[in-house]
């Protein structure tokens, strides 16, 4: 299993690579990031990961390389590295420049890209359930720090999921200002109620996942019908069934809400049904996806 870095199109070891200190990705959070696996060695959606770190790059009026270029390089990565699945996180900072706040004095914008094996989450989580709390910290309002902008400034839900951690739990559940449910401290979240399936608006102010968009795309080939809808603690403690989903977990189920045990607190038949329907997609899409992504520009 090989991990490698590939910095402004540069490829070395992890060991041999560097930052400088005063990059504002290090200094300020001021950066922008996508993380992406492959399913048959191709990065799965890779142009919705693009669009939104393109989004999230106007967001921040951070300049982004060439998508081509990008392309480029995180293809040259994925070959040099030749592990058979791999965990790919693009990082753009806004680059170096004296200590200031002042965007405007940076020099050019730095892309850095990790390449490993990927690691899925470990198989107890989808067999048995996972527990989740709701910390006291609370999701950035869109206002402050739009949370649908996937920058480096990840403390908010570093913190939250450092609280739940440390009570006991396996991840955090964050509500926005007002008391409604947003998303997981890095993914988002579904309820399941009867034949519906449940979850926060965008306007609530939560990242747009990637997992998110193919999970309501999915839902009614899986007999659920989909509805956006402003969610509270409670109706996610009544709900039939709980899941968690990103490009990592896929769907993860949640069997426990700080006190609260979710249905009969075990994953529930909707939760393997949409899971296997995901995973299907994504194969079925790396297949079709192969050839055109690996042809030469
Ligand atoms: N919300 C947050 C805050 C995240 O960090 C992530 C992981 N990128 C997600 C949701 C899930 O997004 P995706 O399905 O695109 O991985």
Redesign the pocket.
């Known amino acids: 299993m090989t991990s490698l870095v590939c910095i402004d199109g540069e490829l070395m070891e992890p060991a041999a690579a560097r930052v400088p200190v005063f990059d504002r990705g290090f200094l300020y959070g001021d950066s922008v990031y996508e993380?992406v696996r492959t399913y048959l060695g191709v990065p799965f959606h890779l142009d919705r990961h693009l669009e939104r770190l393109e989004r999230s790059a106007a967001a921040l009026e951070l300049a982004l390389p060439p998508r081509a270029t990008l392309v480029a390089w995180l293809k040259s990565a994925l070959r040099a590295a030749g592990n058979p699945e791999s965990y790919a996180r693009l990082i753009v900072t806004r680059g170096s420049g004296p200590i200031t706040l002042d965007p405007t004095t940076a020099d050019r914008p730095r892309t850095v890209l990790l390449v490993k094996a990927l690691e899925p989450y470990p198989a107890w989580m989808y067999a048995q359930g996972i527990k989740v709390s709701v910390p006291a910290i609370r999701r950035n309002p869109r206002a402050a720090l739009d949370?649908s902008v996937?920058s480096g400034n990840y403390l908010n839900?570093v913190l939250a999921l450092g609280q739940a951690r440390r009570a006991g739990f396996d991840d955090a559940l964050l509500l926005d200002i007002r008391g409604r449910v947003t998303?997981?401290?890095?993914?988002?979240v579904f309820a399941v109620r009867g034949g519906s399936l449940l979850t926060p608006p965008l306007e609530t102010g939560?990242?747009h996942?990637?997992?998110?968009a193919l999970v309501l795309e999915l839902a009614g080939q899986v007999g659920l019908q989909a509805h956006e809808r402003e969610l509270e603690v409670a109706d996610l403690a009544r709900a039939d069934e709980l899941w968690l989903?990103?490009?990592?977990r896929e769907v993860l189920p949640v069997v426990r809400l700080d006190e609260a045990t979710i249905g009969a607190g075990a994953p529930g038949p909707r939760y393997r049904a949409m899971a296997e329907r995901l995973h299907a997609h994504a194969l079925d899409w790396a297949r079709a996806a192969a050839a055109d992504f690996w042809r030469e520009p």
Do not use: D, F, Q
């Open positions: 993380v949370p996937k839900n998303e997981g401290s890095s993914s988002n939560l990242l996942g990637v997992t998110r989903t990103s490009t990592l």
